[in-house]
Nanobody, 121 residues
Framework: QVQLVESGGGLVQAGGSLRLSCAASGTIFSINVMAWYRQAPGKQRDLVAQITSGGSTNYADSVKGRFTISRDNAKNTVYLQMNSLKPEDTAVYYC???????????????WGQGTQVTVSS
């Protein structure tokens, strides 16, 4: 079981910055992927950025050059630094944790409760 707690969301003006944090606890495996997704009203939940336990990253085209995903030394917290925010970035942002240990725990996928990010024009 993995628990994910997000923080750092809020209201910011266009062009501003926010940093989201997601703290993971529970049965964390050394090989895993953590990611940020977002969902705006009436839209699907889309991947924003992901980072592996080895440090490899992947970003949605819409946030490349503006957002940076990172994780701490203990590999139990993931961050999303969001710069040059735009109104279209407004959404609920969800932290995701996934690992795959076939034969034991198999594939596991956990979600945080979500944190609201609102960007005003």
């Amino acid at each position: 079981q993995v628990q994910l707690v997000e923080s750092g969301g809020g209201l910011v003006q266009a062009g501003g910055s926010l940093r989201l944090s997601c703290a993971a606890s529970g049965t964390i495996f050394s090989i895993n992927v953590m990611a940020w997704y977002r969902q705006a009203p009436g839209k699907q939940r889309d991947l924003v950025a992901q980072i592996t336990s080895g440090g490899s990253t992947n970003y949605a085209d819409s946030v490349k050059g503006r957002f940076t995903i990172s994780r701490d030394n203990a590999k139990n917290t993931v961050y999303l630094q969001m710069n040059s925010l735009k109104p279209e970035d407004t959404a609920v942002y969800y932290c995701n944790y996934a690992d795959d240990h076939i034969g034991t725990y198999h594939y596991r996928d956990y979600w945080g409760q979500g944190t609201q990010v609102t960007v005003s024009s």
